[in-house]
T-cell receptor, first 113, second 114 residues
């Protein structure tokens, strides 16, 4: 069964600190993996997308990594800001059309001052 | 360029009623997808429309239906509402089909079923 699992479920960190969110998937076939950020009361916004052959993708203070062998991805946030408080969702596409999307349940990040 | 818009933003209905949600995609985008988001299940795919045709469907009962108009605007209908249908319904549009066409999400419609 295609599944995407994220950990931790929630996380609280101090402003300025770094953190890493995890995503493990059992999806076949694998097309690509995206990380989304969803602010409260808003729709998700794409942060990064990685294909099978890509190991790292950065978007400002966000860096995603992908290990296709172990089927693991991580999202590293550097020098966190209050505006990073949000839910982060890992999504794996299970077909070339990009339509068979398997969503993780997300990690809720709270950044406090 | 305006983003994806959804109306209404909030809706309260009672069990047994039906509801219609609307989505206007980004101008030029021909693909519209619908998702249900709940705290327990996260985001779940409902269906995708492209050029007025349903291209993919998730694992939801037939009470959930949708359509897309020639201007790419889409509507989603839920009949015989159940308490478990309370959720945030998200619409997303993209330029075309294909794995690297990014989806842009709307703000969602918060449906509460009493």
């Amino acid at each position: 069964k295609n599944q995407v699992e994220q950990s931790p479920q929630s996380l609280i960190i101090l402003e300025g600190k770094n953190c890493t969110l995890q995503c493990n998937y059992t999806v076949s076939p694998f097309s690509n993996l995206r990380w989304y950020k969803q602010d409260t009361g808003r729709g998700p916004v794409s942060l990064t997308i990685m294909t099978f052959s890509e190991n790292t993708k950065s978007n400002g203070r966000y860096t995603a990594t992908l290990d296709a062998d172990t089927k693991q991805s991580s999202l590293h946030i550097t020098a966190s800001q209050l505006s990073d408080s949000a839910s982060y969702i890992c999504v794996v596409s299970a077909n070339q059309a990009g339509t068979a999307l398997i969503f993780g349940k997300g990690t809720t990040l709270s950044v406090s001052s | 360029k305006a983003g994806v818009t959804q109306t209404p933003r909030y809706l309260i209905k009672t069990r047994g009623q039906q509801v219609t949600l609307s989505c206007s995609p980004i101008s030029g985008h021909r693909s519209v997808s619908w998702y249900q988001q709940t705290p327990g299940q996260g985001l779940q795919f409902l269906f995708e429309y492209f050029s007025e045709t349903q291209r993919n469907k998730g694992n939801f009962p037939g009470r959930f239906s949708g359509r897309q108009f020639s201007n790419s605007r889409s509507e989603m209908n839920v009949s015989t509402l159940e308490l478990g249908d309370s959720a945030l319904y998200l619409c997303a549009s993209r330029l075309g089909q294909g794995p690297y066409n990014e989806q842009f999400f709307g703000p969602g419609t918060r449906l509460t079923v009493l």
